[in-house]
T-cell receptor, first 110, second 117 residues
Framework: AQRVTQPEKLLSVFKGAPVELKCNYSYSGSPELFWYVQYSRQRLQLLLRHISRESIKGFTADLNKGETSFHLKKPFAQEEDSAMYYCAQKPYSGTYKYIFGTGTRLKVLA | GAGVSQSPSNKVTEKGKDVELRCDPISGHTALYWYRQSLGQGLEFLIYFQGNSAPDKSGLPSDRFSAERTGGSVSTLTIQRTQQEDSAVYLC???????????????FGPGTRLTVT
C-alpha cells in the first residue's frame, strides 16, 4: 500500500538553528507531494507543494525521487514555526485520494 | 468570506448509536473530502466528492460509514452503530474545481471531535 512516512513524532530545535522535517513516500511513479501545517488552535493549511518549487515562510522542500523523499527544510528556525507538520502525497493523476503522514510536531525553543 | 465549517464541533455518543457529521464547504468549491484523524495517527482519507458524486469511496472503513452530498454543497458523514474505535477527529476539506480536475489546495474545516463511550 502507498504510504507516507514521517519518522519523527517530535522535533525540538533552538531558535536560529536549522530544521529538517523528514518525509518519505512509497509510490514509485510521479506523485505530487505537499506539506501541510497546523499551528496551535488553527486549521490545517497548505504550506507548499513540490511542483511550485517555492519558498514559503522560509521553508523549502525538494523532491528526491531516488530516495523517495520530500524533506522540509528551513535554515533558521523561528519560534512561530512551532506547529504540527504533515507531509502528503497525491499518488497519480486521476485520483484525489491524498495520503498523509502521521505528522511531526516541531518545537522551536527560545 | 467564510471558510469550511463543520458541525457539531464536539459529539459524545453511546456505543451503538448513529451519528451524523455535517460539512459546509467554501461556496463554489466543487470538491469535498472527508478525513479521519485518530489519536497518534495521520489523516486517514475516507471519501471525496466531485460535485455530488463520490468517485472514490475506498477509504470508508466499513459499511457502517456512509456519506452523501446534495446540491453540490453540504455533505453529511453518517456513522451507524458507532463503536469505540470510531472515536476520532473527523475533518472535512474542500477544493475548487477546475473543469474536470480539482485544484490541489485543500481548505480544511475545524473538525468534529467524536467520542464514543
Amino acid at each position: 500500500a502507498q504510504r507516507v512516512t514521517q519518522p519523527e513524532k517530535l522535533l525540538s530545535v533552538f531558535k536560529g538553528a536549522p530544521v529538517e522535517l523528514k518525509c518519505n513516500y512509497s509510490y514509485s511513479g510521479s506523485p505530487e507531494l505537499f506539506w501541510y501545517v497546523q499551528y496551535s488552535r488553527q486549521r490545517l493549511q497548505l504550506l507548499l507543494r513540490h511542483i511550485s518549487r517555492e519558498s514559503i515562510k522560509g521553508f523549502t522542500a525538494d523532491l528526491n525521487k531516488g530516495e523517495t523523499s520530500f524533506h522540509l527544510k528551513k535554515p533558521f528556525a523561528q519560534e512561530e514555526d512551532s506547529a504540527m507538520y504533515y507531509c502528503a502525497q497525491k499518488p497519480y493523476s486521476g485520483t484525489y485520494k491524498y495520503i498523509f503522514g502521521t505528522g511531526t510536531r516541531l518545537k522551536v525553543l527560545a | 468570506g467564510a471558510g469550511v465549517s463543520q458541525s457539531p464541533s464536539n459529539k459524545v455518543t453511546e456505543k451503538g448509536k448513529d451519528v451524523e457529521l455535517r460539512c459546509d464547504p467554501i461556496s463554489g468549491h466543487t470538491a469535498l473530502y472527508w478525513y479521519r484523524q485518530s489519536l497518534g495517527q495521520g489523516l486517514e482519507f475516507l471519501i471525496y466528492f466531485q460535485g455530488n458524486s463520490a468517485p472514490d469511496k475506498s477509504g470508508l472503513p466499513s459499511d457502517r460509514f456512509s456519506a452523501e452530498r446534495t446540491g453540490g454543497s453540504v455533505s453529511t458523514l453518517t456513522i451507524q452503530r458507532t463503536q469505540q474505535e470510531d472515536s476520532a477527529v473527523y475533518l472535512c476539506a474542500s477544493s475548487l474545481g477546475l473543469g474536470d480536475r480539482i485544484s490541489y489546495e485543500q481548505y480544511f474545516g475545524p473538525g468534529t471531535r467524536l467520542t464514543v463511550t
